[in-house]
């Protein structure tokens, strides 16, 4: 069936790491793509510029998770090795562990105004952070399984979460509570998000699904089958209009929400895709798999006339009537299987003639602790990559001559890394004895309830029977 809209097309892979690409981000103007992997790195892709690109290390397990802040100026990251990383994206390589989790971090996400950052881990917890303040705020738990993913509503007073006790939950981050819940018994939610209206969220299944949920009235909104292994991550285009997916079957698919159908599956990688994001504003989408390749598009099918869309939705083009998802979605689910739905496919390798463009020269940035301004000799020294040559000579020559330097240097890194352990231990022992005593109280207050209960009872019946024997 010919589309009505232009096609996506693949505008360049790029290579640069050496496992599987768990995540991607783009900044807010779209001129940097930022990309995490199992090889414990994140690299920072100019797109303005292709002349190069910043490679992090820092994490000492795979990186699960990554993203921007609101205006750019900070990189938020999750791995497996217990941490959330905040990073300054510049040449200095500055950036601060935060520490909390006793189990792995499986998404990390900011809030619209970039002052908090929200994780969810394999602990069973989600945590709150604070960017400024580099600690913990607070803390949610009530999932029983490893929660997946946890994301911010647009307006920062939600958040959603998923997990493997196959829960997806809102949270009101102002009272800390569950404020709402929804179960799916086919399988588990593996990815979380808000649409840009906040209206709704959208989970991908590792049961093959996507599923719309309307948080206001609580009902499943649309019920999508289109993959044929489970979903990974989805992605809304920020007219609310569009959903891409990324899946184990090797496939992207874009979903018209307004027309309930499937109208592009997107073919190039290699084995499973594992992530996807649109840019800010829609023009661009990137995605990464398995395969260690990250593919970054032109969205084009976002030049669809919306005069059209709003003849058909007409109750939203009142100034007094704000958006809403009902007059958008039908009123009960609907299952949208693969084989009742039309779908253009796209695949890189017929309709893109260059894909043999050379990547970009990859700058590695060894890890700086702490982020802060930097003094003005550290800047003397990172100005620039390619330092003078004389520099770089004296500076091998020093490094050589402090050799048994080095050695002790490392063996105070080793005593480091195991202190470091201890303590984390330390901590997860006593937020577990946090929780056991937050327990203990609530269990004491209602012993106390039934207390002064039997104390009034008694009060009661001493009366009667004093006024009785009167």
């Given at each position: 069936?010919?589309s ?13 790491h050496t ?12 001129a ?8 414990r790195?994140?690299i920072?892709w100019k797109?303005?510029t ?13 990186v ?8 750019g ?14 990073w300054?994206?510049?040449i200095?390589g500055?950036s601060s ?5 006793t ?6 996400n ?10 969810a881990?394999?602990?069973k ?5 604070s960017?400024?303040h ?16 946890a994301k911010?509503?647009p307006?920062?007073?939600?958040i ?13 981050t ?5 404020v ?5 018994y ?12 906040g209206?709704?969220?959208?989970s ?20 999508f ?6 979903v ?29 159908r ?32 990250v593919f970054?598009?032109k969205?084009n ?5 919306y ?7 007409f ?21 949208h ?9 796209v695949?890189?390798t ?16 060894r890890?700086v602790?702490g982020i802060?301004?930097p ?5 003397e ?7 003078s040559?004389s520099?770089?000579s004296?500076k ?5 001559e ?17 202190l470091?352990r ?7 022992q ?7 005593v937050?327990?203990l ?7 106390e309830?039934?207390l ?19």
């Amino acid at each position: 069936m010919a589309s009505p809209l232009e096609d996506p097309i693949l505008i360049r892979p790029f290579h640069g790491h050496t496992a599987a690409v768990t995540g991607v981000a783009f900044d807010a103007n779209a001129a940097g793509l930022v990309t995490c992997s199992v090889d414990r790195l994140l690299i920072l892709w100019k797109l303005t510029t292709q002349c190069r690109a910043y490679r992090f290390e820092g994490h000492a397990e795979a990186v699960t998770s990554v993203d921007f802040s609101p205006d750019g100026q900070v990189l938020a990251s999750a791995s497996h090795d217990h941490t959330v990383r905040l990073w300054i994206p510049c040449i200095y390589g500055e950036s601060s562990v935060l520490k909390g989790h006793t189990a792995s971090v499986r998404s990390v996400n900011f809030s619209h105004d970039g002052c908090s950052v929200v994780s969810a881990s394999n602990d069973k917890l989600i945590k709150i952070w604070s960017v400024s303040h580099q600690r913990l705020l607070f803390t949610l738990f009530q999932h029983t399984g490893w929660v997946r993913c946890a994301k911010f509503s647009p307006d920062g007073r939600l958040i959603a979460s998923c997990s493997e006790d196959k829960s997806v939950i809102i949270w009101d981050t102002r009272n800390k509570i569950c404020v709402n819940s929804f179960s799916d018994y086919e399988g588990f939610a593996t990815f979380v998000d808000f649409n840009p209206s906040g209206t709704c969220i959208a989970s991908a299944g590792s049961n093959n699904t996507v599923k719309l949920w309307d948080i206001r009235t609580n009902k499943l909104l649309q019920h999508f089958k289109v993959h044929r292994a489970g979903v990974n991550c989805i992605s809304f285009h920020p007219s609310g209009n569009y959903l891409i997916t990324a899946s184990t079957d090797g496939t992207l698919k874009i979903l018209d929400l307004l027309g309930e159908r499937l109208i592009y599956t997107l073919h190039g990688h290699k084995g499973p895709v594992l992530c996807v994001a649109f840019s800010k504003g829609g023009e661009k989408f990137a995605s990464g798999g398995m395969d260690t390749q990250v593919f970054l598009w032109k969205t084009n099918f976002d030049t669809l006339d919306y005069e059209e869309v709003l003849k058909h939705n007409f109750r939203r083009t009142h100034i007094d009537d704000p958006p809403h998802l009902l007059d958008i979605y039908p009123r009960s689910s609907h299952l949208h299987e693969d084989e009742n739905l039309n779908t253009v496919e796209v695949d890189p390798t017929f309709d893109v003639p260059d894909k043999q463009a050379p990547d970009p020269v990859v700058i590695n940035i060894r890890p700086v602790s702490g982020i802060s301004t930097p003094d003005t000799g550290r800047n003397e020294e990172l100005r620039s990559p390619s330092a003078s040559p004389s520099a770089r000579s004296s500076k091998r020559k020093v490094e050589f001559e402090s050799g048994s330097a080095e050695q002790n240097v490392e063996q105070q890194r080793g005593i480091s890394s195991s202190l470091s352990r201890v303590l984390d231990h330390i901590v997860g022992q006593l937020h577990l004895l946090t929780l056991t005593v937050s327990i203990l109280e609530q269990r004491l207050t209602c012993a106390e309830d039934k207390l002064k209960e039997c104390i009034k009872d008694q009060q009661k019946m001493l009366s009667e029977d004093t006024t009785n024997k009167i």
